[in-house]
């Protein structure tokens, strides 16, 4: 067994938001995800694994595949299917989420 203790030492960056790879093999992947207040990561999506976000600490602003923003706290689970347009905003607070992926090949 292993373990991460997810709200020790959490890295962030000046410039652009942090993605901090906990786990990564073969059958999935978990990250950290951490965004300074002004901080933002761009609609993209996860073409071959649905994402599942779980927000730890603050509050962000959230968009899916609808393109409608909303505005979700710590301990909120969010749920995108595979393919679906997502991004996050950091507004006045900082924002750490944990995100899971399924079945994504590891980089080369």
């Known amino acids: 067994m292993k ?5 020790e030492n959490v890295p962030f960056s ?3 938001p942090h993605a901090e790879p906990l786990h990564v ?3 999935g992947r978990a990250i950290l995800f951490t965004l300074k207040p002004g901080q933002a990561i ?3 999506n996860a ?3 649905p994402f ?3 927000i730890l600490r603050g509050r962000g602003v959230f968009s899916g595949g609808d ?3 909303q ?3 710590a301990n909120t689970l969010l749920i995108f299917d595979e393919g679906e347009n997502h991004a996050i905003r950091a507004e006045d607070e900082e924002v750490v989420f944990v995100g899971f992926l399924h079945g994504v090949p590891s980089p080369e």
Do not use: I, M
Not at 3 to 7: A, E
């Open 67 to 69: 393109g409608v923003e």
């Open 71 to 73: 505005t979700f706290g």
């Open 14 to 16: 000046d410039k652009d």
């Open 42 to 44: 761009r609609e993209h």
């Open 25 to 27: 093999d073969g059958k």
């Open 47 to 49: 073409p071959s694994s």
């Open 52 to 54: 599942f976000a779980v």
């Open 3 to 7: 373990s991460v203790n997810l709200l």
